[in-house]
């Protein structure tokens, strides 16, 4: 496990190198986002179980992909969250296409709907919660997913040369207070705040680390997708920016919206060799195999509600560009 100087180390580096600017079907994330407004819930983030990670979270970044709707399906708007190829340091197609979309005024929208939305998962442990959940799991180590906003309070902490001790420390840690206020019609979490004290960890968390241990954050990851999966996620962004339905005949084996089913594929099948001898057949209706589980890169996330930006609108064939008339656009102003 790093150790407080180790993780602002890197955090600085990463400032420095920037410019200074899968989680599962189980129910062990914790919904923070359904407290209500004006109450509190206090956690303790645990390390993370990959004593390579320098940090006690680790960084998601998807792509949200928005349609009109389902070709031969639900009419209305649905998006497909898909991996982002920068999250493994690799380069990303639909981030290549979009950044010179901000040297235009026109396009700038444009860009910020395409761009990559950053989540990081943490653990640890709900010690006070307003929240009533219908079920909790039998493994008090719980799982956070975090928004920008948030994230940011704990790292700038993380930061301040008045935290001595990492907030992780099994007996010289802090818990964080996370306060739920609304601005406007979205929910805030500014007011959040680490602990003024220090607190070790009781006998019965302790017991609960020995006897469970700790998840490695990195597998609630989405899967790094193929080089055939990295083309299906261009071209749906294409179909995408044209304004097309979402297709899931084409697409559905690889990425699909939260409950969409898989395609089902149908198998040829060949006719039984007539008998010698001609007898009465009843031959049974051929069924269609049922389809593999294909499973969505995108885990099942918590709704991004911890900044206040308004949700962007999906395109459309009336009022949005192609993504060919873009790129003539981008190249006419170049020359």
């Not at 709900?126 to 493994?139: G, H, I, K, R, Y």
């Not at 499973?295 to 991004?304: I, M």
Request: glycine letters at 6%.
């Amino acid at each position: 496990m790093a150790n407080l100087a180790e993780i602002r180390a890197k955090l600085a580096a990463m400032d420095t190198k920037s410019g200074g600017s899968r989680t599962g079907g189980d129910n062990a994330i914790y919904p923070f986002w359904n407290i209500s407004e004006g109450t509190s819930a206090t956690m303790r983030f645990l390390p993370d179980g990959d004593s390579s990670n320098t940090f006690f979270w680790t960084e998601r970044q998807m792509i949200r992909l928005a349609f009109p709707g389902i070709k031969g399906g639900d009419m209305k708007p649905t998006t497909v969250q898909v991996p982002c190829m920068e999250m493994w340091g690799e380069q990303c197609p639909v981030h290549n296409e979009i950044r010179p979309w901000f040297k235009d005024p026109s396009l700038e929208d444009m860009g910020r709907k395409y761009w990559k939305k950053r989540s990081y998962i943490f653990q640890g442990y709900v010690c006070d919660s307003p929240l009533q959940e219908d079920t909790t799991p039998e493994n008090p180590v719980r799982r956070f997913i975090i928004g920008p906003q948030i994230f940011n309070i704990i790292k700038g902490a993380l930061m301040d040369p008045d935290m001595e001790n990492i907030p992780t420390d099994y007996v010289n840690g802090t818990d964080f207070r996370l306060s739920k206020t609304m601005k406007g019609q979205y929910a805030d979490y500014s007011t959040s705040k680490w602990a003024r004290k220090e607190r070790s960890l009781d006998e019965t968390e302790l017991a609960a680390v020995d006897s469970n241990g700790l998840y490695n954050l990195k597998d609630y990851l989405p899967k790094k997708p193929t080089e055939a999966e990295v083309d299906i996620i261009y071209q749906m962004f294409q179909d995408s920016v044209n304004g097309e339905l979402y297709d899931n005949e084409k697409y559905g084996d690889f990425f699909r919206p939260n409950g969409q089913a898989a395609p089902v594929k149908l198998q040829a099948t060949t006719p039984p060799a007539q008998s010698i001898t001609p007898v009465a057949e009843t031959t049974a209706p051929v069924v269609a195999p049922a389809a593999p589980v294909v499973e969505t890169p995108a885990p099942v996330v918590a709704p991004v509600v911890q900044t206040a930006s308004a949700n962007e609108a999906p395109a459309t064939t009336d009022s949005k560009a192609s993504a060919e008339d873009i790129l003539a656009m981008i190249r006419n102003r170049q020359q």
